[in-house]
C-alpha cells in the first residue's frame, strides 16, 4: 500500500486490521503520522481532521477512554446505539424548565 497517497483513515483501518484488539487514539495516531510521513508541523496541523474521519468512518468505534478498535470485532450490543434512548434523553431536556429570572430584589441600588 502506498501510504503517501492513502487517507489517514484507511491507513487507520490498515493498521487495526493487525491488531488483535483496541489500541488507544495517541499509538494509532502516531502509526498512522508515521507511515505518512507527516514532520511535527504536519502533525498537528492534521490530528483533529484524523479524529474527525475516525469518528465518521464507521468501521471503527471507541471502546471508551480514547480507546478504538474495529467495529467488526465487537458485538452488536457494544456497538448498537438505540435512538429511542437518544430520543428520549432529548425529549426530557425539553421537558424541564429552566428559570432565567433574575430575583431584582437581589441587588442593590447603591452599586449602580
Known amino acids: 500500500m502506498d501510504y503517501k497517497q492513502s487517507s489517514m483513515v484507511d491507513i487507520a483501518f490498515d493498521y487495526m486490521k493487525s491488531l488483535s484488539g483496541p489500541v488507544s487514539f495517541f499509538d494509532l495516531w502516531n502509526k498512522v503520522a508515521e507511515l505518512k510521513g507527516y514532520n511535527e508541523e504536519e502533525r498537528d496541523q492534521n490530528q483533529s481532521l484524523f479524529y474527525t474521519g475516525l469518528i465518521l468512518d464507521g468501521r471503527m468505534i471507541t471502546t471508551g477512554e480514547n480507546m478504538w478498535d474495529l467495529r467488526l470485532r465487537r458485538k452488536f450490543e457494544e456497538v448498537h446505539i438505540d435512538m429511542n434512548d437518544i430520543y428520549n434523553d432529548d425529549e426530557e431536556v425539553e421537558e ?17
Open 96 to 112: 424541564e424548565e429552566v428559570d432565567d429570572s433574575v430575583d431584582e430584589d437581589s441587588y442593590d441600588d447603591d452599586e449602580n
